[in-house]
């Protein structure tokens, strides 16, 4: 049973900063790329971030550039999201997914929905003052 739980959501003003966690249970992560995907109410599901197997590459989608960070840390078997400067904007249901990522590639990750097997089952953010 494979399973990723998100966590760290919450309320926060405009400006604020919350720190999410992605953690793995009945797999280790050392061989798959994560990426955190968002959903707000009545649109489609946006990449956010993804980082590689190798930890080597990471992408931002546009509108979180310069104010989210990716990490991993396969040693504890989670990968967070640093959100920082937060906007209203920002307002979704954060899941992060995991994707087996063969040698070739494992220096490389996307921010393609599709490409994802296992996905966690969501957390709250919310911006707003």
């Known amino acids: 049973q494979l399973q990723l739980v998100e966590s760290g959501g919450g309320l926060v003003q405009p400006g604020g900063s919350l720190r999410l966690s992605c953690a793995a249970s009945g797999f280790t992560l050392d061989r798959y790329a994560i990426g955190w995907f968002r959903q707000a109410p009545g649109k489609e599901r946006e990449g956010v971030s993804c980082?590689?197997?190798?930890?080597?590459?990471?992408n931002y989608a546009d509108s979180v550039k310069g104010r989210f960070t990716i990490s991993r840390d396969n040693a504890k078997n989670t990968v967070y999201l640093q959100m920082n400067s937060l906007k209203p904007e920002d307002t979704a249901v954060y899941y992060c997914a995991a994707v087996y990522t063969i040698a070739v590639i494992q220096t490389m990750c996307g921010m393609t929905a599709s490409f994802y097997g296992s996905w966690g089952q969501g957390t709250q953010v919310t911006v707003s003052s």
């Open positions: 980082i590689s197997r190798s930890g080597g590459s990471t």
